[in-house]
């Protein structure tokens, strides 16, 4: 595992991938900086006129729906539908899905279009998968532990991988399960980490995408990174401000060899 981290941070830092987010107005600044700071380029493109164009273009897709309008849910179809033209990796992140029906049933109707990855908290995951209701806004109310049979029946369901985020990471793919301990408890206090977590796992499949790395391998890595650098943004800031900032410079500075040291990976 720790070769495909070291590869796949090489790759996006040399590769520079180019991310359509389309995702929700809060985190459109944070999302972009993360993006740049760990090595890829952001354009945040979503609008129904030049999604679906943008996305033949772009390495990577992200699709979060955390503060939909009419409009842009029109965008993302466009640009799900540019990105399976030109074999363009799409990322569902299911923002708040089982809570609220509309977000709800739009995710249920792009979930068969064939993600390259999945990105949620356990309550998330689980929902999208028809398992259960989903959690309180978009905090997760189940356990990761919880969401692994879901997680599995969305990988064999998309072809795709499925990530649940949370005090441990779970990494799930068609025939393999990987658990990954990394981050912080203060990742939690900073709007958009997770977010952007979603934004950076297209940027890992969109610069691995030529390569021998596996998607599986692509995703954990970029969960690993933002892992990594919570950790080490946390020895330096003793507040959630000064931990947005640290956690920024963190993703910039840290290196392969430091991301594969300061994780823990486990295949089950």
């Avoid at 999604?51 to 409009?71: D, K, Q, R, Y």
């Avoid at 089982?98 to 356990?122: F, H, W």
């Avoid at 977010?195 to 796992?201: K, N, P, Q």
Wanted: hydrophobic share 50%; proline share 3%.
């Amino acid at each position: 595992m720790a070769n495909s981290f070291l590869d796949s941070l090489t790759l996006v830092r040399q590769n520079t991938p180019l991310v359509q987010c389309l995702t929700n107005s809060v985190v459109m600044q944070f999302t972009a900086n993360v993006l740049l700071a760990a090595g890829a380029t952001p354009a945040m493109v979503d609008t129904p006129a030049e999604s679906a164009e943008f996305a033949a273009v772009a390495n990577g897709v992200l699709i979060n729906a955390g503060t939909p309008s009419a409009e842009q849910y029109q965008g993302m179809t466009k640009a799900i539908e540019g990105a399976r033209k030109a074999g363009t990796p799409w990322v569902l992140d299911p923002v708040a899905v089982g809570g609220l029906s509309e977000r709800t049933k739009y995710a249920e109707g792009i979930v068969d279009k064939q993600p390259a990855a999945i990105r949620g908290n356990a309550s998330e995951v689980v929902a999208l998968a028809g398992l259960g209701a989903g959690g309180r806004g978009v905090d997760a109310t189940d356990s990761v532990e919880a969401a692994l049979e879901a997680a599995q029946l969305l990988a064999k369901r998309t072809g795709g991988v499925v990530a649940v985020s949370g005090v441990e990471d779970l990494i799930v793919s068609a025939d393999r399960v990987t658990w990954l301990r990394s981050g912080d408890p203060m990742l939690q206090l900073v709007i958009g980490t997770g977010c952007s977590l979603g934004a950076l796992t297209a940027a890992y499949l969109g610069a691995t995408v030529d390569s021998d790395i596996s998607a599986h391998d692509a995703v954990l890595a970029a969960h690993a990174h933002v892992g990594a650098a919570g950790q080490i943004a946390a020895q330096k800031a003793s507040a959630p401000g000064s931990f947005a900032v640290a956690f920024i410079d963190a993703l910039y500075d840290v290196d392969a060899q430091a991301v594969a040291s300061l994780v823990d990976v486990r295949e089950a």
